[in-house]
């Protein structure tokens, strides 16, 4: 099993959809949670960082549950420019900033 | 501005050649790390260096050598390359602890014939 598993999609959506993205991770001891963006054959870029609270910035909101042991990522009023990979990831350890990648959710929106 | 740089951003190898990657950053950050990005498998970490002085192997390090030159630098070598090593690599630094963000570099693509 994958450390760190995402639904490759990919998902085709509107403009103005609203589309949710999971991701689940197998490791209980999991510690800090991100979700990055990659452009087609760029490099990735930080998005958000994951809360146990929840965060929000702006139309994308990042849920965490431990429990369930998933992180979900919600995009409100979706644009053109949020057509991307979306790689949720996961670090284990504090010390050496170690992060493991999902293999990434593709979104294409259609005008 | 520059970020994480990396040199060269295409290259292409025969098998058995060796070539060093070079990667530089110029944020002052304590961890560097290289990834490689294939095709269905996300990226996967190669080796990473929490501190000036330090390496380890992560997930992938067969095939592959690394020198943390100074704070600045942390190169990856291939001593013998193969097509497997086919790929698109990417270095990156972050401040250290787990909860900092990584800066990625542009990515260096690599093809061995």
């Known amino acids: 099993r994958k450390e760190v598993e995402q639904d490759p999609g990919p998902f085709n959506v509107p403009e103005g959809a609203t589309v949710a993205f999971n991701c689940t991770y197998s490791?209980?001891?999991?510690?800090?949670f991100f979700w990055y963006r990659q452009d087609c054959r760029k490099e990735p870029k930080l998005l958000m960082s994951?809360?146990?609270s929840g965060n929000e910035d702006g139309r994308f909101t990042a849920q965490l549950n431990r429990a369930s042991q998933y992180i979900s990522l919600l995009i409100r009023d979706s644009k053109l420019s949020d057509s991307a990979t979306y790689l949720c990831?996961?670090?284990?350890?504090?010390?050496?900033?170690?992060?493991?990648f999902g293999q990434g959710t593709t979104l294409q929106v259609k005008p | 501005n520059a970020g994480v740089t990396q040199t060269p951003k295409f290259q292409v190898l025969k098998t058995g050649q060796s070539m060093t990657l070079q990667c530089a950053q110029d944020?002052?950050?304590?961890?560097m790390y290289w990834y490689r990005q294939d095709p269905g498998m996300g990226l996967r970490l190669i080796y990473y260096?929490?501190?000036?002085?330090?390496?380890d192997k992560g997930e992938v390090p067969n095939g592959y050598n690394v020198s943390r030159l100074n704070k600045r630098e942390f190169s990856l070598r291939l001593e013998s390359a193969a097509p497997s090593q086919t790929s698109v690599y990417f270095c990156?630094?972050?401040?250290?602890?787990?909860?900092?963000?990584?800066?990625f570099g542009d990515g260096t693509r690599l093809s061995i014939l």
């Open positions: 990156a630094s972050s401040e250290g602890s787990g909860d900092q963000p990584q800066h």
């Open positions: 490791n209980s001891a999991s510690q800090s």
């Open positions: 994951v809360y146990s």
């Open positions: 990831v996961v670090t284990t350890s504090s010390n050496t900033g170690k992060l493991i």
């Open positions: 944020m002052n950050h304590n961890s």
């Open positions: 260096s929490a501190s000036e002085g330090t390496t």
